[in-house]
């Protein structure tokens, strides 16, 4: 018997309170329609566990079985604040929604960070591959919600809201965070980026907390955007106001106070509401911002921002048509309800939109460095992936991103004027040897990458990965050897092959020295390790309908940095290479680089790191422990 391609489970739209609420109540429940898999009671499936123990009562609560006749008969259970087996479908759903949107965007399957090996207190080269994300619906009594990369797991904590009324929580009740599809799709966003990047974990700059947690807010919200249904009801209760930003603003404001919990910046960065009118009114974007907000929610809520005015901007152009037809041309809409046929065509343009919009910012991830982002990056990383994808870009995506980044401030370091063509990352600058080096070495793995491509199992594809990992590695150390016969016909000297290194951000035969900095010195170790992360196979399909088959590789550098005064730190170069696939024929496409330089970069992350130029100092508060603090804690950041 051939099987269901999906499961429907109903679940919250937005937060549970919203459904005590008279003009929110019809439309807080939505399906949420699932690719089907075979489920164990729990559920346990194949990307996630859920594991129901909750210490503060010392129990587990039943595991919920999604594939008995009764569930599946009735689209899953009801949605119900007081049911811990709906509370574990309800964060399944939401979970595996997100990581449709990011395998869909990607072109490929998430594979979860591997788990570290301790041995003899260091972590051991041989990392344990992780088939299931953990996740604990209900794992402490707080306020909060995290994802550990110790545990590869999220944990989501409840709590009795405040004595206050805070938008429609009452005060007293209790309040899960895992039934906010805003935070369980926060919280997986992060699982998913340290996946691909686990050297964001390390904070380098100030962007990189910022960047974490300003991406999971603009999943979270451009997945609530992208719910017709609830997009509809929004614009029919607010009719005549469409020209004002007032839906989407509304949203978002609902959005920022189910985040509230330790995430109060976001509200702010959007819009707000003003007390003497009790109207909302869009925040207009401020380009001093970027360079005043150090804090990494507010600085992260300066990216979100950015996101949705690109969102405003490009809403307000789409729909111009369409309120001029439905107006004889005037624009301004009457007094009254607004036609349901003129509700759904609004409602489906904003959705369209951001479900778009979502695909471009996620597919920009893999054009991003492996370390030491920052937003400039991310922009550049935007506009080169939607550019390679989607090339006509005829709704505007791109000059909606670019207009919002430049509204905000916000511009990549080398780059002096913001245009489509001046923020692409541009192809390597190779010398003709350098580029031979190169394509030998996208060469050695061209079979393996085939043979990957062909793979389903994702816990074989880890494997393979694995394999191809260590390849890379030793083809990077020891080309001579590694290469052989192909080496000697190539006629290329090892002084060559060094050079192409160079422009991958490795450097070779380091011995020990040292640099003046501030009042004393900063002694570098010698032979800096090379690490290969990640080796990625991808396909993908843009808007316009074209596809790409691309191999995106990211290796690390690691030079260990010790000053006299003050403790030492990690300083990191390495690269993305994006190649892509044509014909057969693997072609180097960029080299997203962070280069090994012993000025500007690391001079800038020895004051930030070592707490010496004063506006660059990494905020501390935020931390429980200023030794561990180059490490991101998303329990200590959320509960900040
Ligand atoms: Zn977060």
Known sequence: MTKPRYRCLRGYTIDPGFSTRLDTMVINESIYKIKWEDLEPGPIGEYL?????????????EPVDLDSKEILGMSGLAP?????????????????????????????????????VWKNGKADEAQEYVQKLRVYPHAMMD????????KVALLFGYFQAANKIEGSNFPGGAVFTCLSPDIVAHETTHAILDSMYPRYMENTNPDVPAFHEAFADIVALLQRFSNTKLLEHQIEQTRGRLDEYSIMGELATQFGQALETGRGALRSAIGEYDKKTGKWKKINPNPAAYQNAMEAHDRGAILVATVFEAFMRLYNFRVQ?????????SGILPQGSIHPDLVKRLATEASDISSHLLSICIRALDYCPPIDITFGDYLQALITADTDLSPEDNNGYRVALIDSFRAWGIFPQRVKTLSVYSLRWFPPQLTAKEDLAMSLMAAHIKDDIREISRLTNRELIAAKYKVLQKKLHTILDKPITTLDKKWKSSKLKQKDWDGFLKNIGVVKNIKPYSIPYSDGILRFSANPKLEVHNVKHAFRKGREDQQLEQVI?????????????????????????????????????????????KDVRLIKQADYQLGIGASMTMPISSYDDPRKSINLNFQNLHAH
């Open 553 to 597: 590789i990211s290796l690390t550098q690691t030079h260990r940095v010790e000053s006299g005064e003050y403790r030492g730190f990690k300083f990191r170069s390495g690269c993305t290479i994006i190649i892509n696939i044509l014909n057969d024929v693997m072609n180097v496409e960029y080299i997203i680089l962070k280069r090994f330089d």
């Open 49 to 61: 566990e859920i594991i129901d123990f909750d210490p503060v009562n010392y129990c587990f609560y």
């Open 143 to 150: 306020s909060n919600a995290f994802y550990t990369s110790e």
């Open 80 to 116: 119900s604040e007081g049911d811990a087996q709906f509370h574990q479908q309800f964060v399944y759903a939401v979970i595996m929604q997100t990581i449709e949107n990011f395998e869909k965007a990607l072109g490929r399957k998430i594979i979860w960070r591997s788990n570290l």
């Open 321 to 329: 048509d369409l309120l001029r037809i439905a107006t004889q041309g």
